[in-house]
């Protein structure tokens, strides 16, 4: 019985992979979104029929944060497309050319001196990597971000919480140098700002020695349960942050080690952030692959690259498969998430309103201890005031109540539109194959 009840992750981990990160060629054309969902919002600096240059800006914030053309080419147009996060985003759209000239060299001549916070505040924006001390905001101005508070944490995952998203463990353990490199820059750009680190368990043979004295060490356990984010900073902090609400109000920075390596590139006037690296996993690949491509690049060209085709699966999942979001289109341009996961097989469907038998399943395996079996009923049944007084705020959307539940129950989503609810103030109904 203690067994039943203990809470623990249902997910077999990944123990096989190639740790190979391997490099894919420039693709045909990249698609370059320009809106993110309560973050950046750019304007194209360039127009249709422009040549550009892989590292040069091609459009800007109202804070000259900017986005970087990724590869030599010339702008097909200026469009709307669906991105990864099913958002309707203004794009960029770039065809490669052979014929022009080089800019990314150009673009810086010497490193930012160590502690000049101004100029590498300049250099990030510049280089397309928004300074991680600063909200970046759709239209916050210089004065709004003096206003934040001081910096007090820095946490450095080194692992996400996916387990199926191998890029920051590969980075990791690849570039130790670099990532040293990195923290070093980080501590002198903030100084006094306590610096933390996430890696896995089975890392600490050698990172103890490799980061001493550079950041707090904070080993996770090779399962989706011990990873989720929230909780991690919860730990590392000593109290929670509102789930909707920005690390950067509470005065702390989460970022992910391929970020630090961003910066480290810009401030040693290496490189502008023009390349992502994502894990292609999935139900029927026995060895998950890690590749390095342009930013923008199609999902297509990224399957192909590995002998693989969306028509081959039944959906292919961006992110991961507990909080990953499904695409429609190998179309998609790859900029942001850190995995794919190729759900192979056909998936089997299930009753909207399934009715809840409170097994308690989802209760037990809920991370923040939500009574989500009282809570969805609730929902369901049109009572949000009540659900409201179980602090469904708390919700971290992570999925484990819906993986565990025996009847299929549309769990996450019924949360998610309570919270939607709290934050909005909108009135939904529930209903059969949706809302009304």
């Known amino acids: 019985m203690l067994n039943f009840l203990k809470k623990k992750s249902p997910l077999a981990p990944i123990t096989s992979y190639d740790s190979e990160i391997r490099q894919i060629a420039d693709p045909d054309f990249v698609i370059l979104p320009l809106e993110y969902p309560g973050q950046v919002q750019y304007k194209a600096v360039v127009k249709t029929g422009d040549i550009v240059s892989k590292g040069q800006p091609v459009a800007k914030s109202p804070l000259g944060n900017a986005v970087i053309a990724s590869i030599n080419?010339?702008?097909?147009?200026?469009?709307?497309?669906?991105?990864?996060?099913?958002?309707?985003?203004?794009?960029?759209?770039?065809?490669?050319?052979?014929?022009?000239?080089?800019?990314?060299?150009?673009?810086?001549?010497?490193?930012?001196?160590?502690?000049?916070?101004?100029?590498?505040?300049?250099?990030?924006?510049?280089?397309?990597?928004?300074?991680?001390?600063?909200?970046?905001?759709?239209?916050?101005?210089?004065?709004?971000?003096?206003?934040?508070?001081?910096?007090?944490?820095?946490i450095i995952t080194g692992i996400r919480p996916e387990d199926t998203a191998l890029t920051s463990q590969l980075l990791l353990d690849q570039q130790r140098d670099k990532v040293a490199d990195g923290l070093k820059r980080i501590s002198q750009l903030m100084p006094g700002a306590r610096v933390c680190m996430t890696a896995p368990q089975t890392y600490q043979s050698w990172a103890d020695t490799a980061f001493s004295g550079l950041a707090e060490l904070h080993y996770l356990p090779n399962s989706y349960f011990g990873r989720i984010e929230r909780e991690i900073v919860t730990l590392i902090i000593g109290k929670r942050i509102p789930n909707r609400e920005s690390y950067r109000k509470y005065g702390i920075i989460v970022l992910d080690v391929e970020y630090l390596l961003a910066i480290v590139d810009a401030l040693n006037g290496t490189s502008a952030l023009t390349h992502k690296h994502l894990t292609i996993s999935g139900s029927d690949i026995e060895t998950p692959v890690t590749v390095r491509f342009p930013l923008g690049t199609p999902l297509k060209h990224i399957l192909a690259s590995q002998g693989l085709s969306i028509s081959d699966y039944t959906r292919p999942v961006v992110g991961g498969p507990m909080k990953g979001v499904a695409q429609y289109s190998d179309q998609t341009p790859?900029?942001?998430?850190?995995?794919?996961?190729?759900?192979?097989?056909?998936?089997?469907?299930?009753?909207?309103?399934?009715?809840?038998?409170?097994?308690?399943?989802?209760?037990?395996?809920?991370?923040?201890?939500?009574?989500?079996?009282?809570?969805?009923?609730?929902?369901?049944?049109?009572?949000?005031?009540?659900?409201?007084?179980?602090?469904?705020?708390?919700?971290?959307?992570?999925?484990?109540?819906?993986?565990?539940?025996?009847?299929?129950?549309?769990?996450?989503?019924?949360?998610?539109?309570?919270?939607?609810?709290?934050?909005?103030?909108?009135?939904?109904?529930?209903?059969?194959?949706?809302?009304?």
């Open 334 to 436: 790859m900029t942001y998430y850190s995995g794919v996961h190729l759900i192979a097989g056909d998936v089997a469907p299930f009753d909207a309103i399934a009715p809840c038998i409170n097994c308690g399943r989802c209760t037990r395996a809920c991370p923040v201890n939500i009574q989500v079996h009282l809570v969805n009923r609730m929902i369901e049944f049109g009572q949000m005031d009540s659900a409201k007084d179980l602090n469904p705020e708390a919700c971290h959307e992570c999925g484990l109540c819906a993986y565990v539940c025996p009847a299929e129950r549309p769990i996450v989503q019924l949360l998610n539109f309570c919270n939607h609810d709290m934050v909005h103030g909108e009135r939904f109904t529930w209903a059969a194959g949706g809302l009304s």
């Open 73 to 154: 080419g010339k702008v097909r147009g200026i469009t709307t497309i669906w991105t990864a996060q099913s958002v309707h985003s203004p794009a960029i759209i770039i065809d490669k050319t052979e014929a022009t000239v080089d800019t990314e060299s150009k673009l810086f001549t010497k490193p930012v001196p160590p502690g000049n916070l101004e100029a590498a505040m300049m250099r990030l924006r510049v280089a397309g990597v928004a300074p991680p001390w600063s909200l970046s905001g759709r239209e916050w101005r210089a004065e709004d971000i003096e206003e934040l508070p001081r910096i007090e944490t820095i």
